[in-house]
C-alpha cells in the first residue's frame, strides 16, 4: 500500500489559499481553529493571517455604514483574540485596521473636493433652489456642516456611507429615471471608493509585516562592530537576516545558543544560517542553554528576538531567553530587542498571563510510567523578559528606548482604540 501523500496539513498558506473560495463566516471560523489548535502560530504568521480575513470582511460583507463596519471589525477581531490571546499581535493589527478606518472616513469627511452627499443634492432641481424672497436668483443652497445637523442627518454623510438604494434623506428630492445622475448611483459610488481605500490600506499594512526583515537588516552595520561577540537565542528569521547582512560587511563571532533538545535531533535547523555567516569570514559557536554562563563574560552585544512587546517594554520571547537577558543584565551586557512595529501592543498585561506553556513530552517521555505518574513536568513555550533588562528596541523603524514606545503606539493606535478591551482578561 503506498503511503499517504504529505502536504495536507492545514497552515497558514492552505488557510490563505481557502479565502477566494469560502465565504467570510467560514473564513473566520476557520481562522479561530487554526489559532487554537497552534496550526497557524508565531508572531508574522498571525499578524499576516488576521490581516487577511479582515480584509475579506471589508471586502465581502455588506456594511452600510462606517460605524457598521467598525462593529463588525470590532466583533472578528475579539472573536480572534479570544481564540489566541497570548497572540499579542493579532489585536494589534485589529487595532492598526480599526484605526485606518477611522482616518479614511475623517479624510473622506473633511475633504473639501470629496463629492459628499450634501454636494449631489445641489446637481439635481430641488425647492431649495426655486426662486424664493430670500433667494431670488434660486442660487444653489449649500446644507449646513455636518456638525451642525442632528444625528440622523449626520448618517447621511460619506461618514456612514448608506447603501441602501431605496433610502433617500429625509427632504431629498427622489430621483425619477431622467438624465440626471440618480443620487443612489453616487452613493454606492462613494461606498465603493471607501471600501477601495481600507483595502489599499490593509495591503499596505500586510507589505510592512512581510517587509519587516529587511528593514531592520538595515541597520545591522551600525549595531554589530568588527570583533564582536554576539550571542543570540534561537535566532528567528528576523535575526538570522540581521546577522548574516552584517557578515557580508564585516567579520564577528556569534554564540549560538539552542534547546538541548534541538541537539538530540538530526535536523539542523540553523544549517543555512551558519552557513551564510561563516562563508563571509565569521564564527559561529554552538552552546547549550545550560553552558551559556560559561561565555557570556566573552559577549559585547546579546540580541534577541520578540513575539511581543508590551506598551510598558516588557517582552515576549521564547523560553529560554529571559534567563539569558538576565545574565547580561547582571554582567552589565547590552540587551537589543528585535521585533517589527507590528509587535508593540498598546496594551498593558499581567505578564504571568504571557506565558505559553507546550507538550513537555520531548523532555519527559510518556514511557517512564513513575516518573509521569508522580511528577508534574511543565514545558514553557514563551516567557517574557522584564523591561529594565532590555537596553534598546530595534524595529523596523529604527532603534527606540523604552520611553520611546509610546510615542509609536501614540502614531500607530487610535486612543478609542487602545481601550477597547477585544479579548477581556486572559485565562491561565
Known amino acids: 500500500m503506498a503511503p499517504p501523500k504529505g502536504g495536507y496539513a492545514p497552515g497558514l498558506d492552505k488557510f490563505l489559499d481557502s479565502l477566494k473560495r469560502r465565504p467570510v463566516e467560514a473564513s473566520v471560523e476557520s481562522l479561530v481553529s487554526l489559532l487554537k489548535r497552534r496550526q497557524i502560530k508565531g508572531s508574522e504568521a498571525c499578524a499576516i493571517a488576521t490581516a487577511h480575513i479582515l480584509l475579506q470582511v471589508v471586502a465581502k460583507d455588506k456594511w452600510t455604514s462606517v460605524d457598521h463596519l467598525i462593529g463588525r471589525i470590532r466583533l472578528v477581531g475579539s472573536e480572534l483574540v479570544m481564540a489566541q490571546p497570548r497572540e499579542l499581535v493579532v489585536g494589534n493589527v485589529v487595532r492598526r485596521v480599526l484605526g485606518l478606518i477611522r482616518d479614511e472616513a475623517l479624510e473622506d469627511r473633511n475633504d473639501p473636493g470629496n463629492d459628499s452627499i450634501s454636494d449631489l443634492r445641489e446637481a439635481s432641481p430641488s425647492p431649495a433652489q426655486a426662486p424664493t424672497e430670500s433667494n431670488p436668483a434660486g442660487k444653489p443652497i449649500r446644507l449646513p456642516g455636518l456638525n451642525l445637523l442632528g444625528s440622523f442627518a449626520r448618517t447621511q454623510s460619506m461618514y456612514h456611507l448608506l447603501s441602501d438604494p431605496d433610502h433617500a434623506a429625509p427632504g431629498s428630492p427622489q430621483f425619477g429615471s431622467g438624465t440626471s445622475t440618480p443620487l443612489v448611483h453616487a452613493q454606492n459610488a462613494n461606498v465603493y471608493a471607501f471600501r477601495t481605500e481600507i483595502i489599499e490600506g490593509i495591503e499596505e499594512i500586510m507589505d510592512e509585516i512581510k517587509q519587516v526583515d529587511e528593514q531592520v537588516q538595515a541597520y545591522s552595520d551600525i549595531v554589530i562592530h568588527p570583533g564582536d561577540y554576539i550571542l543570540v537565542h534561537q535566532p528567528t528569521r528576523t535575526v538570522q537576516k540581521f546577522l548574516a547582512k552584517a557578515a557580508s560587511k564585516r567579520r564577528f563571532t556569534v554564540f549560538l545558543v539552542i534547546d538541548p533538545s534541538q541537539a538530540l535531533t538530526d535536523e539542523d535547523a540553523y544549517a543555512s544560517f551558519r552557513k551564510s555567516v561563516i562563508s563571509h569570514g565569521s564564527v559561529v559557536v554552538t552552546i547549550m542553554n545550560a553552558g551559556m554562563m560559561a561565555y557570556m563574560s566573552r559577549v559585547n552585544k546579546v540580541i534577541l528576538s520578540a513575539r511581543a512587546i508590551t506598551a ?41 498571563t504571557l506565558v505559553e506553556w507546550g507538550d513537555p513530552s520531548k523532555y519527559v517521555s510518556f514511557s517512564n510510567g513513575p516518573l509521569v505518574g508522580h511528577v508534574s513536568v511543565r514545558n514553557a513555550v514563551s516567557e517574557f523578559i522584564p523591561a529594565e533588562f532590555v537596553d534598546t528596541y530595534l524595529t523596523n523603524l529604527g532603534a527606540h528606548s523604552r520611553d520611546h514606545l509610546t510615542g509609536i503606539i501614540t502614531d500607530h493606535y487610535k486612543e478609542e482604540d487602545i481601550n477597547f478591551n477585544l479579548a477581556g482578561k486572559i485565562e491561565r
Do not use: M
Not at 552589565?332 to 505578564?351: D, F, M, N, W
Open 312 to 352: 510598558k517594554g516588557e517582552v515576549v520571547v521564547d523560553s529560554g531567553a529571559a534567563v539569558i537577558a538576565r545574565a547580561a543584565r547582571e554582567l552589565g551586557r547590552t540587551v537589543i530587542v528585535l521585533g517589527g512595529v507590528y509587535k508593540v501592543s498598546p496594551e498593558s498585561h499581567e505578564l504571568e
